[in-house]
């Protein structure tokens, strides 16, 4: 799953298979004049260096859940909190790619909040699918939804770099993976028309908009379009949950990457008969759970990309 | 040894005609066997196609330490976020094939075959 073209860009692939043994924390988003790259893990010295627009990535905290892989869900996710509190570089704000919640109730949002504002951060989120179990989306969209577009989506702009947040969670076909729908391309397509190729673009969604393992679900049906859409600018990424391991993929301008939870890992494509909550020892499990840091600096060709486990 | 092992087959098999007997008299009555329970394992529904008679009352039971959603492809019925050992009924009146998907992994898909309880194809 990883691309073999990352050399030139100065990420070894060697260093990227080592951010995919990493899990859990976090990932630290650098944005260096157009290009996300990964910085390492939060709270690695390589994050004080950086300069320019920083934000955190943080994914899958799935409060609520309290099976043997995590019986306690919402203590690793302060764990999480902690550790983004003790970053070098405060981030300008926090992305959240969905299933905050593990069943949508109002006491698992509640839960969530409780713990995520300790990090007094901004936060933008998107839904994942655990996020809209009740009809019609209303617990979601009543506590997230402001000034957003059909079930969640939006756009902002920080620092010259446009920030696109999708929703592919809801309206689910039978047989089929993750779901954008006309109704959001053709927002996209409005919402990207006007902006010249050299804005960077930061595109966030719970499910991954490429295919990583379509036997699982783990891809998205109609992202195709939306890349479509996206190809013509010089520096895009496209930041992903939901599959609970990190992941990474350079194709032309576009860089892929999805973040650890902060709650269970999942096993790597394939490697089991499902794609469920995977148990590793107790001692491991802060290993495989963590947040990513991502810096946008000026003059550079990519984002740096930093994922950051809540252990070892 | 073999002489016990015969007589629990034996003892088996009557049981079985018993239980045939007894449904055979009240045809109508809703039946919860084996033969009516979809399991939803490994994100798979176990079996995957089902087939009953017009009037049984279908049941999922969640195994996986993660949450089903059991939907109709016709909207016809669906479940509350299944979380694990919860469990979905549904009976099924008319004869006819329903597809039917876990809206949160929609790549799980199943199906019910519902067959008339009278003429031709009620009988095996």
Same mark, same amino acid.
């Not at chain 1, 809209?132 to 989306?137: R, T, Y």
């Not at chain 1, 996206?230 to 930041?239: A, D, H, I, N």
């Not at chain 2, 049984?56 to 939907?71: G, Q, R």
């Given at each position: 799953m990883t691309s073999d073209h990352d050399d030139r860009h100065g990420v070894s692939r060697r260093k990227i298979l080592e951010c995919m043994t990493w899990a859990g924390t976090g990932v630290l988003w650098t944005i260096a004049g157009g290009t996300p790259r990964s910085l390492g893990i939060v709270g690695e010295t390589v994050a004080a260096e950086a300069s320019g627009l920083t934000f955190l990535q943080i994914s899958d905290s799935h409060v609520g859940f309290d099976k043997p892989a995590n019986p306690n869900a919402l203590g690793t996710l302060e764990e999480a909190v902690n550790k983004i509190k003790t970053l070098a570089v405060k981030p300008s704000f926090m992305i959240h790619t969905g299933d905050i919640t593990h069943l949508s109730k109002p006491s698992e949002f509640d839960d969530a909040d409780r713990i995520i504002s300790q990090a007094r951060l901004d936060v933008h989120y998107v839904p994942g699918e655990h996020d809209?179990?009740?009809?019609?989306?209303k617990l979601y969209r009543d506590r997230y939804g402001r000034g957003t577009k059909g079930a969640g989506w939006y756009s902002f702009d920080a620092n010259g770099v446009h920030f696109v947040g999708l929703v592919n969670v809801v309206d689910l076909k039978a047989g089929g993976l993750g779901n954008l729908g006309n109704d959001q391309l053709e927002w996209l397509e409005d919402d990207l028309r006007d902006r010249s190729a050299s804005t960077p673009i930061?595109?966030?969604?719970?499910?991954?908009?490429?295919? +990583?393992?379509?036997?699982?679900?783990?891809?998205?049906?109609? %992202?195709?379009?939306?890349?479509?859409?996206?190809?013509?600018?010089? %520096?895009?990424? +496209?930041?992903?949950g939901h599959i609970h391991q990190i992941m990474q993929k350079v194709e032309g301008n576009v860089t892929f990457h999805t973040a650890m939870s902060t709650a269970f890992p999942q096993p790597a494509p394939g490697a089991a008969p499902s794609p469920g909550p995977m148990k590793v020892a107790d001692d491991k499990l802060r290993s495989v759970l963590g947040v990513t840091d991502v810096t946008f600096e000026r003059g550079h060709q990519r984002l740096a990309i930093v994922d950051k486990p809540l252990q070892g | 040894m073999g002489h016990r092992f015969a007589n629990r087959v034996w003892v088996t098999t009557a049981l079985a005609v018993a239980t045939l007997a007894v449904v055979g008299s009240f045809p109508t009555a809703s039946i919860q066997a084996a033969g009516t329970?979809?399991?939803?394992?490994?994100?798979?529904?176990?079996?995957?196609?089902?087939?009953?008679?017009a009037g049984?009352? !279908?049941?999922?039971?969640?195994?996986?330490? #993660?949450?089903?959603? !059991? #939907?109709s492809t016709i909207k016809l019925f669906k479940s509350k976020p299944l979380d694990t050992k919860d469990k979905f009924s549904f009976t099924f009146t008319t004869p006819g094939t329903y597809e039917y998907f876990c809206s949160l992994h929609p790549?799980?898909?199943? #199906? !019910? !075959?519902?067959?008339?309880?009278?003429g031709s194809s009620a009988t095996p």
């Open positions: 809209v179990l009740d009809e019609n989306v930061v595109v966030f969604a719970h499910i991954p908009l490429w295919t +990583v393992y379509p036997q699982w679900g783990w891809g998205t049906d109609d %992202s195709a379009r939306a890349l479509d859409y996206l190809k013509r600018f010089g %520096s895009v990424t +496209v930041l992903n | 329970e979809v399991q939803i394992d490994q994100f798979t529904f176990a079996p995957q196609q089902i087939t009953v008679k049984t009352t !279908v049941t999922w039971i969640n195994d996986d330490d #993660a949450p089903h959603i !059991v #939907a790549h799980m898909t199943g #199906a !019910v !075959v519902v067959e008339a309880t009278t």
